[in-house]
């Protein structure tokens, strides 16, 4: 399995208002607990090693940048 960075979410403006919807009104702490759950969940679900290692590759390169993978 290879990672799929394209466009793949069914309704990709109404998830990120959940996203947004579960972190509003919560504290700092509180949203980066919400961020590391739901990175682990996802890690888990997707459980395939070299894909996990890609993501994080590609994570890594990203950060601090505000242009996309």
Do not use: W
């Not at 290879?2 to 504290?27: K, M």
């Not at 888990?44 to 505000?66: F, K, W, Y």
């Amino acid at each position: 399995m290879s990672l799929n960075t394209q466009p793949n979410i069914a309704d990709p403006d109404g998830f990120y208002q959940r996203l947004i919807d579960l972190h509003r009104d919560r504290s700092e702490e509180e949203s980066r607990l919400i961020n590391a759950k739901l990175i682990l969940l996802m890690a888990n679900h997707i459980g395939d090693d070299a894909v996990l290692s890609e993501v994080m590759e590609i994570a890594g390169r990203a950060a601090g940048s505000t242009t996309a993978a």
